[in-house]
Structure formats: C-alpha cells, structure tokens
C-alpha cells in the first residue's frame, strides 16, 4: 500500500512539473532595453524606484483603464543576469511594450509573456525577470445632495 502511494504521488509530481515546464515554455520572452545612458533625465518615461522588498519601473503613461500606468516590479536581493553585450537579444521598444500592454488585460499578460528589463551596470548589462502588476480600479464616488424646491426658512 504505501509503495503504491508514493508511486502515485511521484507519477503525480512529475506530471505536474512537466505540466508547468511546459507552460512556462509557451510563452514568449520581451526584453526591453532602460536606456539611462542615452536617454537624458527630464526625458525619461520609465520612473524606477524602491518600495519595501521590491523595486519598481512605472512607465509615465496613463494610458491603462482609470488612468493608470503600467507597472513591473522585481523583489530585490533576485539573481543577476549579467550579459556582456546586447546585440544577440532583441527589444521590444517602449511604444510596442505600451501597445502590448494595452491590447491584453493583466491576466492574458501575464499567461503569454515573460518580461525582461535590461539595464547598464558599469561596463556590463543586468537583466532581471520583472512582473507586469495589475492596475488598480479607483472606486467612483457621487456625492450629492438632495436639494427641496423651498428655500430654508428663518425663524
């Protein structure tokens, strides 16, 4: 009985990693390029910034439902991948990573894709596997007031 039990719990864990391998290598791969040495300050449209365990790059772009802005983040103290040199990937450019973004919702993003942002580090290139997170929908509030058609009165 218990070598029948743990052959079926092995034949179930090794479907179930085939199972996400396999669904890890359907989806496609984006690298995206921060250029911060080209790309003077005033103009850059990624803001990159700490909060708590994470970093996060937030495109200065309200163009997500309720005016949000895309962002991805990455838990700090993750590997480094550091690459010598770029010209063997190719990257997304910022208008088609908005684009892409804005034609899938943040589930279907986050099944098709894996994101990648590279940026220059000294003399070399740092990448690390970032993760679109889902805008936030702002509550709509109406505050009104019942107004009668007779003045207030005083007494």
Do not use: W
Not at 11 to 20: K, Y
Not at 50 to 63: H, V
Not at 91 to 119: G, P
Request: proline fraction near 3%.
């Amino acid at each position: 009985m218990k070598k029948a039990l743990f052959i079926t719990f092995t034949l179930t864990g090794m479907m179930l990693r085939n199972v996400c391998a396999q669904s890890l290598q359907n989806k496609d791969t984006i690298y995206y390029l921060i250029d911060t040495i080209h790309v003077p300050k005033n103009d850059r449209m990624l803001e990159a910034g700490t909060e708590g365990l994470f970093k996060y790059y937030t495109i200065k772009c309200a163009c997500l439902s309720y005016n949000n802005k895309p962002t991805f983040i990455y838990k700090l103290g993750s590997k480094n991948l550091y690459l010598k040199k770029t010209s063997n990937y190719k990257f997304i450019s910022l208008a088609n990573l908005i684009d892409l973004i804005r034609r899938t919702n943040y589930k279907l993003f986050k099944e098709k894709y894996v994101t990648i942002f590279v940026e220059p580090e000294n003399n070399r290139f740092v990448s690390k596997r970032v993760f679109l997170i889902e805008a936030r929908k702002q509550d709509s509030v109406i505050d009104y007031e019942v107004v009668s058609g007779d003045p207030p009165t005083n007494h």
